[in-house]
């Protein structure tokens, strides 16, 4: 089959289209990063669609990826899983989606066919999963192939906020499904949430559709454990002292929380978990590992509690989308600052230094 | 309030009921215990019952307070936490029980009225949970107190084969409510169940009442996995060449299990299950454990997992009741080796050497 | 057992406890009521406690008791299911409650040790259930007896706001257990609650708990639908024009609602249920049906909907405390007028002129 | 698009595959049936595939349609939904089959793409659902359109039994979504299955996965009581005597069963499942109504039962398919007739009288 017989044309609205070339940020080896010339993507699969990009951001896991931490993408891969953007192209096998829709890019490409999809374990699609800005190239460009669009892109509205919106790419969905959903957080719950970054803050936020009664919030930065006070924890707790566990027996009677939320990724925080969760209650992880954590099952072996793991399968996205359509879900709370996409450079040396600049999102528009 | 207010004039069908003492076996520190005379029990709070013992046996958790492995446990305790009985005297608070009721007694002493038992965790009652035998005087007795009876004890029909029974004092319902709900088994799930001790092997039996497609058994012991292929194991792997998690996996062509249970408690097999457990699996822990366990965040952190641990609750005795009078359980299985409760302490050198004698549960009866 | 091994000596912080009568409001057959002297309850079991009512309401069953719709009411019966007040008296068997303690009183009774109780079905209480007001002497009194106390009273703060605990015995955990959590309101979730009545009004706050994006309430009485505005629905409809269900299906883009709850008890407006629900919707019945309705199978057996019926368990009693406590939920929005026990005549005639009166819940002190 | 451009070439296997025209069963109108020559159909869509049947089956709403109790089916139709076959032809947009591959044909039309399909509720695809020989033409033909092939076929291995494997086009699953999982059977249950028509036996094949302590089928016919007996229900009622409620209540000492499953369709077999149920039971619709049944709220509305209606969302294949592989269902069991596909007008004539031809589900192979 030919490319010609794969697409439909590319309608008048993208009037960018005739070039064949186009600007992104790419990985070049651990540490070096370019804002550079590269070819436009262009449809593969029938189930391909490609994506103007109007607004995107950048992930903590972005900077993973530049440090070396994932040596599996290669040098030359344009990065970012999060957009918001408008579709230009779409193969022969797309069904929901025309081109000069607005469209929100989910971080989890899902082919909805394969057995983990039909599970709505999206995360492990057989054809998909995290691959966008890791093993197939990403968002932060001007344009960017969507695999299994009809699985993976979401409707918005015309007047949609386009800097609230691309908070569901993956920081919402994960904070709700990964922590929120995951440690079962339920009305009348103490909850604690370890970690007050983006992820964290997200966790906060989401957390709140279920009206727990307390929600302890712990990090060692004072700035972000100023902002969680604004956005809802009833407590924060700043952990710099070694004392956060303590602290938060004391706060509960010595009963522990209901809900224990890593939002770090590193053993230590994973033990604060361990040590507050009460009899009968859940530890969500939501922090990327690098390393085994010790689990002391020799003092909850007991206990009745429940741990759980989890990368974002995205299925509540259209949940997400409603409630922030509802005004009950205020997603830009989060944005810091805001860049052209032009200016990606700058954003990333920004949010490189989140504590110093206290930035949590940055904005990138094209 | 005296004594005789507390209680109902026992029975005249309890014709050993006018001595005072009573033969009990008596824990006498590490290494030590005893076949001797000790009070008999009497009425302490007006939700006591006195039950005399007909029916007892061993559990492995009594060798591990034999060798000194509980030191809360103080010598002079006489154990057991498993028993069928005949209601000998009740306090005045009592609602449910009779003289000359026989009764199941539960492993687990609960008084409803906590918050935890409020929630069905009446394992963490705040004034019982596991104390039998324990931190209060136990069933390897001819009497013995229980406390909170009305949440304690179960009627037995009269007639009730007290060998099946006595096997839902403990180690069904562990197996049950720690291994296969915890481990939430589904039809059609691919289970595996790591330890084919008698807890393991209440797991296979109870794992079956949601017809899993596959259980695969592991163990070290060449005779208690063929006991296991009997009672219903589509596999059984012996893991003393190492290889276990290879072969589930070849078992599973590389996709891992949906369940695994650990019914062992020592690192290693906990180690097992994190190697096998599918994407989206659970691992379920019913054995108990004394020292940390490494946990593998860095390959789990993604792959949407649920790791539980449990003291069994005993919530699920009522439909274990019913489950073996409709006969689809056959709980005297279990039972390999029967003494009078007399000789209980040849019964200790049978149990103690399990592998050796071949024994699963030993019944004591008085 | 004398009555005096069964109770503990009333403390000296009851100073009303010499009498041996007390005032009362009593139903003495359909259409009579009368405030009037009764002897004071004494013990009768040891799982009873006489608690002296401080704050006691008016529930729309006791117009229905009044009116005679529950000819096994006897005349004679002191009505009344609701109420705060202090321990008395308490039995033998009584374990968590002394005299001077400060309670809830449940509408339900729950012995914690039946069949039903073991499942949490509290309102199916083999020797409790709602009995209060109804099978035995109620609240609407000075001094009421509380059969199976440990199960049936909830410990109060000494500072608790009585108006604000009182709509804890029923009203609250009515509309959170049989509207809210039996038609599994989540978040994003459309409702629709039939019926602005009080207890309309309790599912409206507390499926909040749980943000769902709309809440439409539907009523005949704009009154009550402008407090359901200021309680939080975000559309409110009057369905004297018999055009309820048409509005809701506009109002819904022609999809229906998730969730629509009964808070009526007439076939009609379990009939704009029927036709307001969504496929994979749920009908959640509150309201107390005094006749068959007609149910379009012909037209709902293919639309994977799920119907409930609930009478309240009063499980949620415990969360709902601390939801109280956490600020989350204030119960005494409900409230509009205030008496005197002694004033409970009049406090009859405001609550059974509600729609005149603009009555939702009546607070009763003495 | 051409023709050309969305297709596949047929391969060899399929060497009926040059003729332009296909013998199939088609509805003439309310009591009109013939097998006759038509088109053999094409892809339409890139989403579609043609598979060449080689086994079906008649189920009963293909005799309703016959009788024009489904206005809606055209006069024209071919009739037929459930089918195992090979792939003849697929469109551009299939992604998981390919020409040759043995397949599963669902009676259920599943998008994967839509708002209920991302709910798993294939049954009310957007643009499919149940469509296959009531709104497009069937599958009682030599070769059938499917569309969604992606979501509506699935994979079957080589050597598969096509008379058990066909028994999972519809009847299974409607038994154990609508019935089995719809009623949340559970291990120790007590169930009654009101009617034993093959849609009632797959109701009793299937919840046996779950240990049900008892089962009861109530129908009219005793030859399939007597078949319900050989398939595992503990008991087996005549009802036609007017009486099954009674002996219900009776065999369950008056406590009535915690899951009453209607797989007739009629009111008053829907009215035997209220007079039977339990407090805190089920009650799940399977049978397709006709008309309003009247539902006695006056006397379920305390009783917290749950009544739940579905249409087979199949979504249960899968799992099916594993459990049938391992030898834990024998759907062939419900196989009583078997004919040639040519000679299906006498396979209608045999079905159609099933109660005197004692038939349940008749093969037909192509």
Not at 333 to 358: C, P, Q, W
């Amino acid at each position: 089959m030919t490319t010609a017989e794969l697409i439909e044309a590319p309608s008048s609205v993208a009037t960018a289209s005739n070039s064949t070339t186009m600007k992104a940020l790419v990985y070049l080896g651990p540490g070096k990063r370019s804002w550079e010339e590269k070819p436009r993507p262009s449809i593969h699969e029938p189930g391909d669609a490609i994506v103007r990009v109007t607004t995107s951001t950048i992930c903590g896991t972005d900077l993973h990826i530049l440090k070396g931490d994932l040596p599996a993408v290669p040098a030359g891969r344009i990065l970012g899983h999060e957009a918001v953007g408008v579709v230009e192209q779409v193969g022969t096998g797309v069904s929901k989606f025309r081109v000069g829709d607005k469209v929100l890019v989910s971080c989890v490409t899902a082919c909805l066919t394969c057995d983990f999809c039909r599970k709505q374990m999206y995360s492990h699609c057989r054809t998909g999963g995290w691959i966008l800005g890791c093993m197939i190239d990403g968002t932060q460009a001007e344009f960017v192939r969507i695999p299994h669009a009809d699985g993976s892109l979401y409707s918005l509205p015309a007047g949609a906020d386009e800097e609230a919106m691309v908070m569901l790419s993956d920081i919402l969905p994960t904070g709700f499904e990964c922590g929120v959903l995951n440690g079962q957080v339920k009305p009348g719950d103490t909850v604690a949430i370890v970690g007050a970054g983006p992820v964290g803050l997200a966790v906060l936020l989401t957390a709140q559709f279920y009206s727990p009664a307390a929600i302890f919030m712990i990090d060692l930065d004072d700035k972000r454990l100023a902002v969680a006070g604004q956005f809802g924890a009833t407590n924060v707790i700043n952990s710099s002292d070694g004392n956060a566990a303590k602290r938060v027996m004391e706060l509960t009677d010595g009963g522990g929380v209901d809900v224990a939320i890593e939002a770090v990724g590193v053993p230590g925080t994973f033990g604060i978990c361990q040590e507050i969760v009460a009899p009968g209650g859940r530890i969500a992880n939501v922090g990327v590992h690098g390393k085994p954590v010790e689990l002391h099952l020799e003092k909850l072996w007991d206990r009745n509690i429940t741990i759980t793991t989890r990368l974002v399968d995205t299925v509540t996205t259209p949940m997400l989308l409603k409630i922030v359509r509802s005004g009950k879900l205020q997603p830009a709370k989060l944005v810091t600052h805001r860049f052209a996409m032009s200016d990606i450079m700058k954003a990333y040396d920004t949010f490189g230094n989140a504590a110093k600049e206290g930035a949590l999102k940055v904005v990138l528009s094209n």
